[in-house]
């Protein structure tokens, strides 16, 4: 045989007897069969064997395998992004002529989603306070209804049980955004809900540099239906940020108790600083739907919302985030960096805020250096 054929017919290494800290990353497109009679009986939908890269090889399948594990599920679906984990859930269930009902302040990247496409496909859209559950109405129409816990910026945090018990009752499924909770801080699915979608991006692959998420369910029905859809819109998560991923989840736990001590260390700081009215983070009592965070979980994440005095201006809190020296400003959270973004008075809120809304992320330095950081800045405001 010649060296160029004896290159790509080689016999790998046998991976039974290799016994290591990580599972390794495994990449492909074509995957092997033995012979015809297995080609033949290949099930797409079964992780009893591998069929072809997109559909999972060892590295995804133990992602999903520890993603389901860690959340309670019996099953977990990779997507590319927690965007693209929130709309497979669209896409597997609703059709045209079908009611989706969002809490007011959902999500606003899933908000425009829900008024874009979803909008265009027919598929209507009702909202619901998630404070006052008399404004839940399942229709005639309703397929599906979601849940955040806590609702992003804001970070109301909704009777979830309740919300699960009234759409089952209507024979309707609930589908609950996880990323706040990360499968640490609650059991959604003991919680009565359907579906958990979450960004991995955050506290899940925990380093600020993966984009990826999830879907869990405990129904086998419902995981063929997000497996069929997401097969046939060809999503893929790539087998080198899958390992990343398990990596991280690795460290989840110590990690999020960490963001959450410090998170409520610099929540408790800012509330008694003089220059916050109102700091928004459901383990602090007085925060709206305290007693059900209280009530439904163990932990919370290191996220939370401060509503300045009326009297700053954008301009002053602009001032206040820039002089920040620890706290960068960006998008997403759940990483080692601590981060601070401002939006304003206008945030889709359900009550009129009185002052500018910042967030918080809580990252992973000493906290006694972030309140430090902290108190140079406030120092300026006051
Ligand atoms: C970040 C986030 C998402 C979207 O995740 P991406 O991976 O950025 O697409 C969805 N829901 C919530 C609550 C988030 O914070």
């Known amino acids: 045989m010649q060296p160029q054929t004896q290159l790509l017919h080689q016999e790998h290494w046998p991976t039974t007897g290799f016994d290591s800290v990580q599972p390794g990353v495994f990449r492909a497109s074509t995957v092997f069969f033995p012979d015809m009679a297995a080609w033949r009986q290949r099930d797409w939908l079964s992780k009893d064997r591998f069929i072809y890269g997109p559909h999972g090889t060892p590295t995804t399948f133990e992602l999903e395998a520890r ?12 997507c590319a992004s927690g965007l693209n984990a929130i709309a ?18 959902v999500y606003p990247a899933h908000r425009a989603l829900l008024t874009g496409e979803l909008a265009s496909w027919g598929i209507q859209v009702a909202l619901y306070d998630p404070t006052d559950l008399s404004t839940l109405r399942i229709g005639e129409a309703t397929r599906l209804v979601w849940v955040e816990a806590p609702c992003s910026i804001t970070m109301e945090f909704p009777d979830v049980p309740a919300i699960a018990a009234a759409a089952r009752q209507a024979g309707v499924l609930t589908a609950l955004d996880n990323t706040w909770g990360a499968g640490v801080a609650f059991c959604p699915f003991d919680l009565g809900i359907d579906i958990s979608a979450q960004a991995l991006t955050k506290y899940a692959n925990g380093a600020g540099d993966v984009v990826m998420g999830s879907v869990s369910v405990r129904d086998k029905s419902l995981y063929d239906a997000l497996k069929r859809c997401s097969a046939r819109f060809g999503l893929h998560v790539p087998a080198g940020e899958a390992e990343a991923v398990l990596r991280g989840l690795q460290s ?7 963001h959450d001590r410090t998170g409520r260390l610099l929540a408790r700081h800012l509330a008694g600083s003089g220059a916050v009215v109102e700091v928004l983070h459901p383990a602090l009592p007085g925060a709206c739907g305290h007693e059900f965070w209280q009530r439904d979980c163990r932990a919370a994440a290191g996220i939370f919302s401060v509503v300045f005095d009326a009297k700053y201006s954008q301009q002053d809190i602009d001032g206040f985030i820039d002089a920040l020296q620890l706290f960068r400003i960006g ?5 080692p960096v601590s981060l601070v973004l401002s939006y304003g008075r206008d945030v889709a809120s ?7 809304l910042v967030r918080f992320s809580a990252g992973l330095e000493a906290p006694e250096d972030l309140l430090d950081d902290l108190s140079q800045a406030l120092a300026l405001l006051l």
Do not use: K, Q, T
């Open 67 to 78: 993603i389901a594990h860690l959340e309670g599920a019996a099953h977990a679906l990779l």
């Open 88 to 105: 497979l859930v669209h896409m597997a269930l609703l059709r045209p002529g079908d009611e989706v009902v969002v809490p007011i302040n």
């Open 252 to 258: 989840l736990a110590v990690r999020y108790a960490a």
């Open 331 to 335: 998008f997403s959270w759940g990483g």
């Open 350 to 356: 359900l009550r009129p805020l009185a002052g500018e």
